[in-house]
């Protein structure tokens, strides 16, 4: 009884929070926001009794990945004056909702059909790091190694996009 | 296992080339032209291996330390060799192309070579993760090429609408993904079509939610009707060859993934075919429309390119889901990469500095100073047209068959009519290049010979691939 209170309490805040994140005028606001997401989800992982996962979305998104986008926020010294004016946003955002409220029912549907399945906390260690690791490596090294490739295009992607022009020949 | 390695091996090496040519690209020595020939060989090399593969039917890759992630068929055979050709005749017209624009640095290459890899690995995929980090490595890869230009507006403007909507495909693939795995338990492929052939596919929300998204995902990267809307302003942004490389090895890819996960089983297709049946009429003549109002040529091919993806929409749809193998796709993308390949390749050489020819009227008169070059223009442009004996009309030929076949009348006349359309774009520029009055005498020394080279062969290409079903 006590984990559905929490699931629903994480479940309201991670919604609210990306709701701000799309309504704040302030990238800074924007930001902060998100950060409530990226804690209550990995609130809700922990009910999930992914113990490893949590540790990670803890430490990486709303830690490392949020610090970084709050830098690069700093760094861009957004005035009030600088950002668009948003006369007609209330139209968007009703005109928005009205147009994706047809695909939040049918998603509703959707994951009401969905078996149900019971916060009880797992045992044998799951979701810890031995667990996650062997399942990293036995069944799903292709993409975890795939992943690699990817990682080194962005990286690229970045030195070429947002590097010194004169530099490069 | 040999063999396994053997099937892997063009794979590796289009990885392993990319990987040398990114980190050679730190040293001073190495030129943007030299970079050009090695990506040149290395999808060479990659070529000839991929054609010395022989397979029939599927094989599982390395089944115990790739847990059957991995299969190569002769499908995914003839894809990866549409791919291997692109980019080695995409690298050879950038190496053109950059000697009258200013804007390479040898990274480029090693990006068209990494997207290439990524674009190998969707052909194979056979699991949802897999494909969904396939598909952002050859996404990636891809964007930043577009956007390779950064003092053009254009081309800024293009990557961030691509970046944007190219990231919402890519998270309705990830929430299919989900939802399949929610339905059935599993992302591979061979254990959705287990529990489909053992619950049914309509029986299940989770499971049509799941797949309408990932093929939302899909029609969204193969420019199909309702998300097509980004294709003309992209392919307008990005530079010449990179337009060709997104129009013929992009899409190859994706419609490789897009058609084995369509075959999953018999009950998935037919749960889709009506709206794709809608989807390939609506893509077709949207696809027709856009390209009659259009004065740029690269924006006329862009919109011709979703013209094509209509037809390739119809193979899918005629698809059997038994004994697949591809062939019909195969061959029309093959037919399809030629001549588009062909054309932007003239186009690399024949544009000028800065791409400042890039409209109908700029190649008034083309036939009178340049008459190869527009002889081969013209085979291209009548091959996309499919006027007989080009490789062009073999493909439609094939696709409009296999449609009856399959009972879809109604979809094969449609896609004549659509074709028949589509010569009014196609022939206004042969008419421009033969029956105009020239303005300019296109008198500039061609920079270098490798495109001009390339471009006939192309126009060989064309003719043998429409050739390839009789003799064999």
Redo the contacts between chains.
Sequence with gaps: MFADGLFLGFAVLAVLGAAGLVVFRHPMNGAMSFVVTLISLAGLYALLSAKLIFALQLIVYAGAIMSLIVFIIMFLNIQPSDLPKEETKLVYILGGLAVVLPIGLFLAKIVKSLPLSSTAILGNDFGGVKQVGLLLFKDWLVPFEIVSILLLISLIGAVVLAGKKEAVK | MTNDLMLLMPLIIV?AGA?LL?LSSAY?KL??EMAAYGSALVFAVAFLVQLSACITGNAVLFSG???G??VASSFSKAAGLIILACGFFTAMSSHTYFKQNDFC????Y??MV?AA??ML?LTMAQ?L??VF??L??MS??I??LV??D?KNVISTEAVLKYLMLGAFAGAFLTMGAA?VY??TGSTKFVKIAQYVAAHGFMQ???L??GSFFILVAFLFKAAAFPFHAWVVDVYDGASVPVTGYMATGLKTAIFAVFANFLVLDASLQSGWITYLFYIAVFTMFVGNLIAIGQQSLKRMLAASGIVHTGYLLIALVAVSTKDFTGSVIAYYLAAYAASTLGIFCALSYLGGAGEKRSTFDDFKGLAKSRPYSAAAVSVFLLSMAGIPPTAGFMGKFYIITSAIEAGQVTLAVLGIVSSIISMWYYLRLIINMYFCEAEEQFGEAVPSNLAPICTFVLVVCVFAISLYPVVI
Excluded: D
Aim: hydrophobic content about 45%; overall charge negative; proline content about 5%.
């Design positions: 990885g990987i990114m001073q030129t943007h330390a790739f847990n992630l991995l640095s040898p990274e480029y090693s990006l990494f890899s990524g690995l699991e993760i897999t980090i396939a952002e490595i990636l890869a964007y930043i956007g390779y950064r939802f929610g339905a299940t929300p989770a049509i939610g």
